[in-house]
């Protein structure tokens, strides 16, 4: 396999836990150079890997192919140009920007260089809204009227990471985890018709929303409501579906953040597998109008499947799921436009 190599603009979690395991273990990569301009991190933990201390050589190297663009967020615009002008395929982490206005001109950039523009939506391949997919597509619990999704954490205090806490583009948690739940039901339903965002600023001190509540109306008057908070100690299920047949509820439960976070490598056999007892309660009505309620297990999480494509996309020019008018139309939900 002709792999690609590939630099990271950053090591801290988002490069160290989300990007270099798969970069490192799948076959269709190279984990070539990383950018860390003070501590050189990923040499210790990958010790044949180039480090740059400057985006303008690391940008000169003719070799690399593929850049991903994982610091900030206010920063993947102007890096991503930078990238895409310096003739590098891009894998940009989300959200893509902080506004639709701003990936309009990326992609335009993309394709007057002829590259590649790929966003980082890692979790629709969580094996959740994987399994909640499955059962949509089953029909059994009829048209679909209501969907919940929930991304509930519990940090009161003021996080260290001030590009998180600041008032700069695309901070506070909408952008951050409702990014990934709009993407999700983006993924299933496409292009909402019509949606109202409410956010919330509750941590004392706090500069950016630590609440954010989204409700999208899709086609065949689908419903489909966010919620994204810091303030939930007893967390809620993640997915909660109701159509005109029956119910399906969910934990939040992929387990492919905690194994990376724990030292286990994607191309372990037990990776992506959920804990015992996580299985989604389905709730439905058969053709006898017989009440069926049955315990559904997950197929595994493959955050992987979103690298493979990328190889696909860049090797071959196959398509790549996430969509460029899926990710404007989330962008337009996450900006409020």
């Not at 959200?95 to 639709?100: E, I, L, V, W």
């Not at 790929?118 to 679909?144: P, T």
């Not at 409410?198 to 941590?203: L, M, N, S």
Request: charged share 25%; glycine share 6%.
């Amino acid at each position: 396999m002709n792999s690609i190599k590939t630099a990271l603009l950053a090591y801290g979690m988002s490069g160290k836990i989300f990007h270099a395991p798969f970069l490192a273990t799948n076959e269709g990569f190279e984990l070539y150079a990383v950018l860390e301009r003070n501590n050189q991190k990923a040499k210790h933990d990958f010790p044949d890997v180039k480090t740059y201390t400057s985006l303008e050589e690391l940008l000169a190297d003719e070799s690399i192919e593929l850049v991903v663009v994982n610091t900030p967020n206010n920063t993947h615009f102007n890096l991503a140009k930078q990238c895409l002008l310096a003739q590098k395929h891009i894998l940009l982490e989300k959200p893509a920007t902080a506004t639709p206005e701003e990936f309009l001109e990326l992609m335009k950039i993309a394709k007057s260089v002829n590259k590649q523009l790929l966003v980082y939506q890692n979790r629709r391949w969580s094996s959740d809204i994987c399994a909640a997919k499955e059962i949509i597509k089953s029909r059994k619990l009829g048209n679909i009227v209501e969907i919940h999704l929930r991304f509930d954490r519990f940090r009161p205090q003021i996080s260290n990471k001030s590009f998180k806490e600041t008032t700069i583009p695309a901070s506070g948690i909408l952008y951050d985890l409702g990014a990934h739940l709009i993407d999700q039901a983006i993924s299933i339903f496409g292009k909402p018709e019509r949606y109202f965002v409410q956010k919330g600023k509750y941590r004392e001190g706090t500069l950016v929303d630590d609440y954010a509540f989204v409700q999208l109306l899709f086609p065949n008057q689908v419903n489909v409501s966010v919620t994204v908070s810091l303030h939930v100690l007893d967390a809620q299920p993640g997915i909660v579906i109701h159509g005109t047949k029956g119910s399906f509820i969910k934990e939040f439960c992929d387990e492919q953040e905690n194994q990376l976070m724990s030292g286990m490598a994607p191309d372990h056999p037990d990776f992506g597998l959920e804990l015992k007892n996580k299985e989604g309660k389905l709730t439905y009505v058969d053709e006898n109008n017989n009440v069926i309620t049955e315990r559904v297990p997950s197929q595994k999480g493959n955050f992987n499947g979103l690298f493979d494509e990328v190889y696909e996309c860049i090797r071959n020019q196959k398509s790549f799921s996430v969509k460029e008018d899926e990710i404007m139309s989330q962008l337009l939900i996450l900006s409020n436009k």
